[in-house]
C-alpha cells in the first residue's frame, strides 16, 4: 500500500527511533554510554565512519574480518592508552554492538562472532595476573562534610549554597549523582526525571518553621517507565553535623529563590550565573575539595562517596536492613558492599540495640502506606 500522507513517512521514522531509545537505560538507545562515546571518538581519530554496516550475506569474509580488526583494535586503545580494565572493555563492547545493531540493523562486522576479540581481551587479562583493582571509593563522613563546607564556601553566595546544599541532599537522600545533578551529555528535562526546585516540599509547625523535608527523585536504575518516576527522600532539618534539610530551605527561600511559576523549570542545584544544572564533574571536583580542605586525601573521593557515606553511617547507628535498602532504593544486598563496619563498630551497635526504646518510627513520621521494599528497583552496579 502506497502512503501518500505528507510526513507520515518521516514522522513514523521519528516515533520509532524514539520509542527504541526508550528501552535502554539513558533514553537515549545508549548513545550517551562510555562504550559508544569512545567508539566515536576513536573513529573520528582515524577519519572512519562510527556506523559500519555490513550485508551478512554478501559481505566477503575478509571484509568482515577487516571490521574485526578495527573492532579489536578499540579494544587495545581502551585497554592500553585510556588504562580500562579488559573485563569492562568485554562489557563495553556488548553495548557498542547493541548501539550499533539498532542504528543499522546489523552488527559490527556484518554480525561475525566477537570470539576474536573476548579471546584478545582474556589474553590481556591473563597477562595482567588478574584484573586490575577497583579504585575504592571512601565513603564521606558527616563530620568530614560540614568541615569542609565551613572552610569552602561562602553562605552569602548563591553558588556555593548551591553546591553545598547539593553535597548535603546527595549525602542525606543517599542519592547517586544521576538522580540529582547532570550528566555531561545530559540536558535539564523535569520530564525525564531531572531535578528541579519543584520536587522540594517543606512541612510546617503552627508557628511556621519548617519540621520536615522531602525530595522526590527518580531511582537511575530502574527500568521502562519506572525509571521516571519519582520517589520520596526524606531529609533531616537539624542534626548533628549535616542538616539538610535546613540546607534545602535556606536554598529554596533565601539564597537563591525563584517564583513560584518558574520551580518546575528551574534545576535543583544550579549555577546562578548560567541558570544551567550543576553537572556531576562539577560535583565531583567540588567533594575533592571540600575533602581536601576537612584534611582528607582528596583523590580517595568522589559524588558516590555521598552515597557511600549515607549507607555506612546508618549501618553505624545501628539501622536495620530494611531501613538501609529503602534509604538507597537497593532491591538486593548490593548495599552490603558500602557498609564497612569493623568489629568494634558492630559491638557498639549490638550494645545500642539492646538498651534502645523502640519507637514505630515509619507509622509516627513517614505514614508509610505501603512496604517500602516494594518501591526499591533492581540495582546492578552503582556508578555517578
Avoid at 573520528?44 to 568482515?64: F, H, M, N, Y
Avoid at 584484573?131 to 564556601?153: E, F, Q, S, T
Avoid at 561562602?154 to 546544599?165: E, F, I, M
Avoid at 542534626?239 to 525563584?258: I, K
Amino acid at each position: 500500500m502506497e502512503i501518500k500522507q505528507p510526513g507520515f513517512i518521516e514522522a513514523f521514522q521519528q516515533d520509532v527511533e524514539l520509542a527504541d531509545n526508550a528501552t535502554f537505560h539513558d533514553g537515549e538507545g545508549a548513545s550517551t554510554h562510555t562504550a559508544v562515546t569512545s567508539w566515536q571518538s576513536f573513529c573520528s581519530a582515524l577519519g572512519v565512519q562510527c556506523l559500519r554496516p555490513l550485508d551478512p550475506i554478501t559481505s566477503s569474509l575478509s571484509a568482515k574480518l577487516s571490521e574485526m580488526d578495527l573492532v579489536k583494535a578499540w579494544a587495545f586503545w581502551r585497554v592500553k592508552q585510556c588504562g580500562t580494565s579488559p573485563p569492562t572493555v568485554r562489557g563495553y563492547l556488548s553495548i557498542l554492538n547493541s548501539w550499533h545493531h539498532r542504528k543499522t540493523d546489523v552488527g559490527l562486522a556484518g554480525n561475525l562472532s566477537h570470539r576474536p576479540v573476548l579471546r584478545y581481551l582474556d589474553g590481556l587479562s591473563i597477562l595482567q595476573g588478574a584484573p586490575p583493582p577497583r579504585k575504592l571509593r571512601v565513603g564521606v563522613r558527616p563530620r568530614d562534610l560540614r568541615a569542609g563546607i565551613d572552610v569552602v564556601y561562602d553562605p552569602a553566595s548563591p553558588a556555593d549554597v548551591n553546591l553545598a546544599s547539593a553535597m548535603e541532599t546527595g549525602h542525606g537522600g543517599c542519592l547517586r549523582a544521576c538522580e540529582y545533578v547532570r550528566g555531561a551529555r545530559k540536558k535539564f528535562d523535569p520530564e525525564r526525571g531531572s531535578a528541579s526546585r519543584a520536587d522540594v516540599s517543606f512541612e510546617f509547625d503552627a508557628g511556621g518553621e519548617p519540621v520536615s523535608c522531602c525530595v522526590m527523585a527518580v531511582n537511575s536504575k530502574a527500568r521502562g517507565a519506572e525509571r521516571f518516576r519519582k520517589l520520596p527522600h526524606y531529609l533531616p532539618m537539624d542534626a548533628g553535623y549535616l542538616s539538610p534539610g535546613r540546607m534545602l530551605y535556606f536554598l529554596t527561600e533565601v539564597a537563591d529563590r525563584v517564583p513560584l511559576d518558574q520551580r518546575r523549570v528551574t534545576p535543583l542545584f544550579r549555577d546562578p550565573s548560567t541558570c544551567q544544572q550543576i553537572t556531576i564533574a562539577t560535583l565531583r571536583s567540588e567533594v575533592k575539595r571540600v575533602m581536601q580542605a576537612a584534611g582528607r586525601p582528596p583523590s580517595a573521593y568522589g559524588t558516590h562517596s555521598l552515597r557511600i557515606g549515607q549507607a555506612t553511617a546508618r549501618a553505624f547507628v545501628g539501622a536495620d536492613e530494611k531501613d538501609i535498602k529503602y534509604a538507597g532504593k537497593w532491591s538486593s544486598a548490593a548495599y552490603l558492599k558500602y557498609v564497612r563496619e569493623r568489629r568494634a563498630e558492630s559491638l557498639r551497635i549490638a550494645k545500642l540495640a539492646c538498651g534502645a526504646d523502640v519507637d514505630d518510627f515509619e507509622n509516627e513520621f513517614l505514614a508509610i502506606e505501603q512496604d517500602p521494599v516494594s518501591l526499591v528497583m533492581a540495582d546492578s552496579s552503582d556508578e555517578d
